[in-house]
């Protein structure tokens, strides 16, 4: 059994930035993926990020350039820094570990994007 525990979000003007936490109960190096979803009211759950266990990355364009994913190793720990944060950013954020073939998620984080 995974724990996944997210952190770090609020309320943040447009333009402004956030960085968000998950953190792992057990050592990151058992996963064989971490991923970042988001889901904003009304709308389907989302793709943001991810880093598989050698350290590749990728995103969707909507928020490529603008979104980074990083790890911890020696605290079992994820990030998403998120820059030029726009509205349409606003949603619950969630984490996601792949283990083996079982995905694990967090309870999520609200990101609220607005002046």
């Known amino acids: 059994q995974v724990q996944l525990v997210e952190s770090g979000g609020g309320l943040v003007q447009p333009g402004g930035s956030l960085r968000l936490s998950c953190a792992a109960s057990?050592?990151?190096?058992?996963?064989?993926?971490m991923r970042w979803y988001r889901q904003a009211p009304g709308k389907q759950r989302e793709f943001v990020a991810v880093?598989?266990?050698?350290?590749?990355?990728n995103y969707p364009n909507s928020v490529k350039g603008r979104f980074t994913i990083s790890r911890d190793n020696a605290k079992n720990t994820v990030y998403l820094q998120m820059n030029s944060l726009k509205p349409e950013d606003t949603a619950v954020y969630y984490c996601?570990?792949?283990?083996?073939?079982?995905?694990?998620w967090g309870q999520g984080t609200q990101v609220t994007v607005s002046s």
């Open positions: 996601n570990a792949l283990v083996r073939t079982k995905d694990y």
């Open positions: 880093m598989a266990s050698g350290g590749s990355t």
């Open positions: 057990v050592s990151i190096f058992s996963i064989n993926a």
